[in-house]
């Protein structure tokens, strides 16, 4: 006779429910939702969110490294003076323009910093954004934190931005290779020349390293040294090369200051030596007999005007009262 098999206890798991249906329970731990969840997911969930995170704050580490992440830094952080700036003049005019397009649109292109000790920041690029910010009284200025491999790199990075964005004048340009040469960042002239402005045609560098005698020569004497024409800045390169003495004279016939740029050309062409100039006229003096005209001294049969305020509008009443005096 075959031997019953015993039964096992019902496992009230599945025990008819009070609805009359069968009541099933999970054999995982409920979570807070109304449904269960396999704990092997819940584990690879918090794997995958682990992995996302540290990925994106390695892209972002990375992103802040090479200068792609914009930094909001307060502006007393910021070194203006870390690097010589190329700019020699600021127009007041576009100053003021830029100021109200901040003020009215915000920072729109950040400027370029590099990290020093301390919590603080030097700057490579940028200067007139800092400064229009600066007298908007703002606390804050959008950055990207560069990494130049050394000076040289920095110059160079602040040269490509300013040529991009600032017309800045021969002689200006002149002046950041003759300020970095002498800093140390580049072993001469002709080299900081060649790196500083490796963008531009051959013929522009050729007139840009045309101007560095005079940035040498006068460089602090000059009021309105970009105001200084290529025509003019060669002529004035010649004579300084021409005569040593040039330099002490332009320096001594502008002690006292010119009302205008035109005013202190003219004053440059007086302490030349007319043989340099290839003009024999220049033996005379200039005399201003107007606000913004100047005269030389009149010879046997010539008047010569010249100046700012000499425009067709002065010539057209000079005519007019001419012909009525001759009358």
Known sequence: MAKRKRLTPANPEYLPSREGGLETKSIFPKTSGSMGSAPIS?????AAATAALAELSAEMTNARATGRMVLDVPLEQIDAGHLV?????????????????????????PIEVVQLEGQRYGLISGWRRLEALKRLKAETVLAFLRNPQ????????????????????????????????????????????????KSSPRARRSKIGSFIPVVRALDGRLQYPHRLTEKNGLTLAKALQADETAADKVTKILLGGSPDAQSEWSKIQRAIKPKTLGSARLETDYAEVAPGVQMLSPRSGEIVLSGVNVTPEFERRLLHWLRKGAR
């Open 85 to 109: 700036r190329d700019r020699a003049h600021v127009d007041e005019d576009d100053m003021e323009s830029l100021i109200e397009s901040l003020s009215q649109r915000g920072q729109q292109t």
């Open 150 to 197: 050394d000076g040289a790199d920095a110059y160079i990075s602040m040269v490509e931005e300013n040529e991009i964005r600032a017309d800045l004048s021969f002689y200006e340009r002149a002046r950041i290779v003759v300020q970095a040469t002498a800093q140390g960042v580049f072993a001469s002239e002709k080299h900081a020349l060649k790196a500083l402005f």
């Open 42 to 46: 819940a584990v690879a969930g918090d």
